[in-house]
């Protein structure tokens, strides 16, 4: 039977107009507070939003004896390390569920008690996002890893030590994993082709406050020199630019007007410049971001995601969404994530017309050119989208889903929205201050059905 507690029932047609609030980025805050467990005084981290990825770091860390508190203004949490143990498996495992962050607590643990577990790990199911990696950098750094049933043992019998390590891909994950273990390991790592996302630069500056030695080159390369302590942090993270574009998109997609207290022009410039593109109209001010569809027929574009400061991939589901209104073909060649196109088949399913191709078009040739994997697609719009029934997929696919069926006329029931609290914060009370006709879970009775097998045919 469907759960009907996660389902939401979306009554579609109507603009979504008002104003919400941003906190700091689900890419920054989980990483911030791991970053907490190298310190040996208390930290305190401010913007923090209420989400499922903050949750799951707060019971870890209180698994391995982290004191977390809530500060005296909202959104600000106190991490008091001084007292790190060693955590029960079974609890770790149990408290981990599906997030992939775990495996950052490696590096740390290590240092502060020569050894770590790591469970299966889940995350969103958008493409290849290998794990071995990590572990073979921490083993450059000395550590000893052992698999188990259960998961991953590793040790550092004779402690980390600084290397040189070239990443494949500027892996954001495998840049983290770098950061947070190199800022103590004895003499210098340098790593090369990193990561150099806006929320990467705000992990150094919070490791930079507390007493780590980082530089950044121009040509993505990044060195650390150890040191042999590290104390704690007062910082405010980076509000988060993925969600703030998510409800740009959410905006033009339902021909709306909303202004996104917290986003900020500069770690959001490559956005903005595709959003006007595509015809959307915005207005800055020291506050925020006004986002609004002003009138008239939206443009198709040619559209790559990359790297930053390319256009991330976390912004191309939701534009997908609104490049379906836009008159034309739209061309969208996903570079990051080989299945994160997946999520079409459903917008196909209520009236959106876009194809997926294996080739690489409307750019320069990717990785995954040439490997089978539908990685490419053509929209051809404007077409009217009609309500259906939704199985969110993940994430960003997720809240797509969500704006789709605000865009769309008719209902739509949209199952498994629990998944969009892992980087969306009380996006249900957003929903309905910007206006939204929904039937939040639990309150429709057993209007939801049990249509699962339905929906997922469409998913």
Known sequence: MTDIADVLIVHGGTPLEGEIRVRGAKNLV????????????????????????????????????????????????????????????????????????PILFCGPLLHRLGHAFIPGLGGCDIGGRPIDFHFDVLRQFGAVIEKRADGQYLEAPKGLRGTKIRLPYPSVGSTEQVLLTAVLAE???????????PEIEDLICVLQKMGAIISMDTDRTIRITGVEKLGGY?????????????????????EGD??????????????????????????????????WHPGGPLNAIALETDVHPGFQTDWQQPLVVALTQASGLSIVHET???????????????????????????????????????????????????????????????????IAA????????VHGISLINRGYENFLEKLRDLGANIEPPGEHGGTGGDRRGEAAAVA
Not at 365 to 372: K, S, T
């Open 30 to 101: 989980p990483k911030a507070m791991v970053a907490a467990l190298l310190g040996s005084e208390p930290s305190r981290l401010l913007g923090v939003p209420d989400i499922r990825d903050v949750r799951v770091v707060r019971g870890l860390l209180q698994l391995h004896g982290v004191t977390v508190k809530s500060g005296e203004t909202p959104g600000e949490l106190v991490l008091d390390p001084r007292r790190v143990e060693s955590a029960n498996v079974a609890d770790i495992d149990a408290h981990a569920g599906s997030s992939r962050i």
């Open 187 to 197: 003499g210098v790592t340098e790593l090369t082709n990193a990561a150099v996302e």
């Open 234 to 254: 007062k910082h405010r993270a980076i509000p988060d630019r993925l969600e703030a574009a998510s409800w740009a998109s959410a905006a033009l997609a339902t």
């Open 258 to 291: 909303i202004y996104v207290r917290g986003a900020q022009q500069r770690s959001m410039m490559t956005f903005l410049n595709t959003y006007r593109k595509v015809g959307g109209a915005f207005e800055i001010d020291d506050e925020g971001i006004r986002f």
């Open 336 to 402: 990051v994530y080989e299945s994160r196109l997946g999520f079409t088949s459903a917008l196909n399913q209520m009236g959106a017309h876009i194809q997926l191709y294996r080739e690489c078009l409307g750019g320069s040739a990717c990785r995954f050119g040439q490997r089978n994997f539908l990685h490419s697609a053509v929209v051809s719009g404007p077409t009217k989208l009609q309500g259906s029934d939704l199985v969110i997929p993940d994430l960003r696919g997720g809240f797509s889903y969500l």
């Open 406 to 413: 605000l865009a769309a006329q008719g209902i739509s029931r």
